[in-house]
C-alpha cells in the first residue's frame, strides 16, 4: 500500500526557516515525481516543488530562490524552506505522480497524498 507521510510544520517567525518532510512507503522514487503542494484557506491548492525520478527540479515562482527540494536515498523527500514569508502560511501536502502514465505538471496527475502538515508564519 502506498502512503506518504509529512512532518516537520510548525510555528515560525517571519525570516525563519523549517524544513518539511515527506516519508514515502510502498512505491520507490522510480518512476514516481514526488511534489510538494500548499493550500492556504479560502484558496485553491497550489504547486510548489517537485522532484522527478532522474532527480531534476522544478519550483514555484513565488518560492524560487528560498526552498529546495531534495531526496535521500531511501525514502524521504524534504522540503527546506528558508526567508518565511506570512504568505507562506498554508497546509503543505506532498503527493505522488506516476511518470509512466502523466506528465506530472498538473496536480490532477497526482494520485497519492498525504494528509499535510500545517505551516504557520507569523509577521
Known amino acids: 500500500q502506498v502512503e506518504l507521510a509529512e512532518s516537520g510544520g510548525g510555528l515560525v517567525p517571519a525570516g525563519g526557516s523549517l524544513t518539511l518532510s515527506c516519508r514515502v512507503s510502498?512505491?520507490?522514487?522510480?518512476?514516481?515525481?514526488i511534489a510538494w503542494y500548499r493550500q492556504a484557506p479560502g484558496e485553491e491548492r497550489s504547486s510548489v516543488a517537485r522532484i522527478r525520478a532522474n532527480g531534476r527540479t522544478a519550483y514555484a515562482d513565488s518560492i524560487a530562490g528560498r526552498f529546495i527540494i531534495s531526496r535521500d536515498i531511501g525514502t524521504t523527500v524534504s522540503l527546506q524552506m528558508n526567508n518565511l514569508k506570512p504568505e507562506d502560511t498554508a497546509m503543505y501536502y506532498c503527493a505522488a505522480c506516476r511518470e509512466q502514465q502523466w506528465a506530472c505538471t498538473d496536480q490532477k496527475e497526482y494520485d497519492i497524498w498525504g494528509q499535510g502538515t500545517q505551516v504557520t508564519v507569523s509577521a
Open positions: 510502498g512505491v520507490t522514487f522510480r518512476g514516481n515525481t
